[in-house]
């Protein structure tokens, strides 16, 4: 490990000696580590993920500075309550992607991967970010699924889109860009290959809503012929704040 993943480790996390259970994180990929010098002086908030309540330690103005959900609920009142944070629905590894993205490192889009095996890596984290209001992570995880399907063959795959509907993300703006991307990557392999052979297709059908969706998308798929998903304008997937303008480059 260089010196400047660990610097970002330990800094990101910090967990008291006497906690056997508290983890640090070890980024993969960094890119523009952030200084945390603005942070350090903060208190520790205490945070348990997961079924197995693996424990983080991170400072309060980090938290406050990334997740508008972390800003609301912890105001003024905040020393009044228990200094730990309790995220049992979700997993660990979603929150290493969300906490490292925090001290500046990027939303991978690693090219070896299929797209679909990266959704099925990158979706958790992207619930996690929906739910802690943290617009700029959501947008960084659509863009790099996005990089991930440019210049390759894409795969007629259902599998992520089932898996990002069983976790009732639906209504996102990662969900519409991935279908939308599966549909298209179908209707140009529909000549070489039946519906009922690619991958997933059963899943789809044994929830009928997702699959009235699909015919609803394939049909408008049909009637405007958009184009390649990831041509589309930069902004198209993205989320933001009432009266936020588009950047996602904002930490």
């Not at 906490?99 to 690693?110: K, P, R």
């Not at 617009?135 to 063959?153: K, T």
């Amino acid at each position: 490990m260089d010196d400047t993943m660990t610097d970002v480790e330990h800094s990101a996390v910090s967990a008291s000696d006497s906690d056997a259970s508290a983890i640090s994180i070890s980024p993969t990929k960094i890119t523009a580590p952030l200084k945390p010098s603005e942070y350090v002086h903060s208190e520790l908030i205490s945070i348990s993920v997961g079924s197995e309540k693996k424990k983080y330690h991170v400072y309060r103005d980090l938290l406050t500075a990334k997740s508008l959900w972390f800003a609301a609920r912890m105001k003024e009142n905040w020393k009044r309550e228990p200094n730990e944070v309790n995220l049992e629905h979700h997993e660990s590894t979603a929150f290493d992607i969300v906490l490292n993205w925090m001290f500046g490192c990027d939303i991978d889009s690693e090219p070896s991967l299929l797209v679909n095996a990266l959704l099925q890596k990158l979706g958790p984290a992207y619930k996690l970010a929906s739910e802690l209001l943290m617009y700029p992570l959501q947008n960084a995880i659509v863009d790099a699924s996005l990089a991930n399907q440019r210049n390759r063959i894409a795969n007629p795959s259902f599998a992520a889109i089932v898996m990002l509907w069983d976790m009732d993300l639906s209504t996102t703006e990662l969900f519409r860009m991935a279908l939308r991307a599966r549909i298209r990557c179908v209707m140009l392999w529909s000549s070489k290959m039946s519906l009922n052979k690619i991958p997933g297709i059963a899943e789809v059908y044994a929830r009928p809503d997702l699959l009235k969706l699909v015919f609803q998308t394939t049909y408008e798929y049909n009637a405007a012929a958009w184009p390649r998903v990831f041509d589309a304008p930069r902004c198209t997937y993205h989320e933001h704040s009432d009266g936020e303008s588009c950047d996602t480059e904002a930490r």
